[in-house]
């Protein structure tokens, strides 16, 4: 494995024995909110439920606002998952699509 629970490897074309020697080079600590379990690249981070991020190449999970729904109008739009689809509309619920599944 190359990256441990909570990192996830940053370029997917380095050399396995150069991430062997120098880890903190390439595997870096997983965002906040996000779930990286070993062996994660930065396309696979898991974005969790509530949470929505623009592209499988962002770093950043935006917290899906209730916009005066109940408490969990946010988790129920913003499905989360591994797969950003086109324009982050992967981690919305069917229903939902756009910058933190609001349309």
Same mark, same amino acid.
């Given at each position: 494995?190359?990256?441990?629970?909570?990192?996830?490897?940053? +370029? #997917?074309?380095?050399?396995?024995? =150069?991430?062997?020697?120098? !880890?903190?080079?390439?595997?870096?600590?997983?965002?906040? +909110? $996000?779930?990286? !379990? %070993? +062996? #994660?690249? %930065?396309?696979?981070?898991?974005? !969790? !439920?509530?949470?929505?991020?623009?592209?499988?190449?962002?770093?950043?999970? #935006?917290?899906? %606002? $209730?916009?005066?729904? =109940? =408490?969990? $109008?946010?988790?129920?739009?913003?499905?989360?998952?591994?797969?950003?689809?086109?324009?982050?509309?992967?981690?919305? +619920?069917?229903?939902?699509?756009?910058?933190?599944?609001?349309?």
């Amino acid at each position: 494995s190359f990256c441990m629970d909570g990192y996830y490897l940053q +370029n #997917t074309s380095a050399d396995p024995g =150069d991430i062997f020697t120098s !880890p903190t080079e390439y595997c870096k600590s997983c965002p906040p +909110n $996000a779930d990286c !379990p %070993r +062996n #994660t690249t %930065r396309e696979g981070i898991i974005v !969790p !439920p509530g949470y929505w991020r623009a592209s499988s190449s962002s770093f950043v999970l #935006t917290k899906c %606002r $209730a916009f005066g729904g =109940d =408490d969990d $109008a946010g988790s129920t739009r913003c499905v989360g998952g591994i797969s950003s689809g086109m324009d982050g509309d992967g981690y919305c +619920n069917s229903l939902f699509k756009g910058p933190e599944c609001q349309l």
